[in-house]
C-alpha cells in the first residue's frame, strides 16, 4: 500500500521556539494532505486539510497563525508550530490523499510526530 | 451532520475468542465507512472500507465488517482475536471532503 512519512517522529524544544513537521507521500501523489492532533487515549481531531499549490483550510478554533502549513509540492507538506508553548505539546499526524481517477476516498497516515515543549 | 459513534471505550476479550468492535453511524445519503487501527505512538493503519456492495466486507489481518442499514452500524469482527490485536480501533466516516473518527475503541486481548 501507499506509504507516508513523518520527521522527525520525536522532537523536544524549548518554549518560545518553532518546530517544522514534514509529511511525505512517498510512492504516491497527494494532491490533498491532512494534519491532525492527537491527544492521550483520544480520537484525532482534524486541524487543517491542504491542497497542493494552495493555502491551508484550517478547522473551527485552529490558529492558522501558529500553526503554519504549506503544501509546496504533490508529495510533501510541513506544519510548523510557531512560537511553541507546553500546551502545543502533542501527537501530530498528517495523512495525504491519493490522487486517483476512481474515487476511493482512501487516506493514507503517517506514523506520528511526538512533540514535547518544554 | 455525518458522525460515527463508538459506543465502548474498551473491549477486553481473551485470546482465541471472537471479537467485536462496535460502530454506528448518522449519514444523509449512502455513508462511505471506514476502520482503522493505531498501535501505541503510531499512525492509523487502514483496515477496511465500505463504499458500496456486499454488506460483508473483508479487510486486512483477518478483520471484517458488516454494514447494516436497518440498524445504521458497521461493527468490526474478528473470528478468533490473537495479543497482537491489542490496540486502538477507529471507526470513520468519510463526509465533505474529509474523515470524521469515532471516539476509539481500546482492544484489550488477554492471553
Known amino acids: 500500500g501507499a506509504v507516508v512519512s513523518q520527521h522527525p517522529s520525536r522532537v523536544i524544544c524549548k518554549s518560545g521556539t518553532s518546530v517544522k513537521i514534514e509529511c511525505r507521500s512517498l510512492?504516491?501523489?497527494?494532491?490533498?494532505m491532512f494534519w491532525y492532533r492527537q491527544f492521550p487515549k483520544q480520537s484525532l481531531m482534524l486541524m487543517a486539510t491542504?491542497?497542493?499549490?494552495?493555502?491551508?483550510?484550517?478547522e473551527q478554533g485552529v490558529e492558522k497563525d501558529k500553526f503554519l502549513i504549506n503544501h509546496a509540492s504533490l508529495t510533501l507538506s510541513t506544519l510548523t508550530v510557531t512560537s511553541a508553548h507546553p500546551e502545543d505539546s502533542s501527537f501530530y499526524i498528517c495523512?495525504?490523499?491519493?490522487?486517483?481517477?476512481?474515487?476511493?476516498?482512501?487516506?493514507?497516515f503517517g506514523p506520528g510526530t511526538r512533540l514535547t515543549v518544554t | 451532520a455525518q458522525s460515527v459513534a463508538q459506543p465502548e471505550d474498551q473491549v477486553n476479550v481473551a485470546e482465541g475468542n471472537p471479537l467485536t468492535v462496535k460502530c454506528t453511524y448518522s449519514?444523509?445519503?449512502?455513508?462511505?465507512l471506514f476502520w482503522y487501527v493505531q498501535y501505541p505512538n503510531r499512525g492509523l493503519q487502514f483496515l477496511l472500507k465500505?463504499?458500496?456492495?456486499?454488506?460483508l466486507v473483508k479487510g486486512s489481518y483477518g478483520f471484517e465488517a458488516e454494514f447494516n442499514k436497518s440498524q445504521t452500524s458497521f461493527h468490526l469482527k474478528k473470528p478468533s482475536a490473537l495479543v497482537s490485536d491489542s490496540a486502538l480501533y477507529f471507526c470513520?466516516?468519510?463526509?465533505?471532503?474529509?474523515?470524521?473518527f469515532g471516539a476509539g475503541t481500546q482492544v484489550v486481548v488477554t492471553p
Open positions: 495523512s495525504a490523499r491519493e490522487t486517483t481517477g476512481t474515487g476511493t476516498y482512501e487516506q493514507y
Open positions: 510512492d504516491f501523489q497527494a494532491t490533498t
Open positions: 491542504s491542497n497542493e499549490g494552495s493555502k491551508a483550510t484550517y
Open positions: 449519514v444523509s445519503g449512502n455513508p462511505y
Open positions: 465500505y463504499i458500496t456492495g456486499d454488506n
Open positions: 470513520a466516516v468519510y463526509s465533505w471532503g474529509k474523515l470524521q
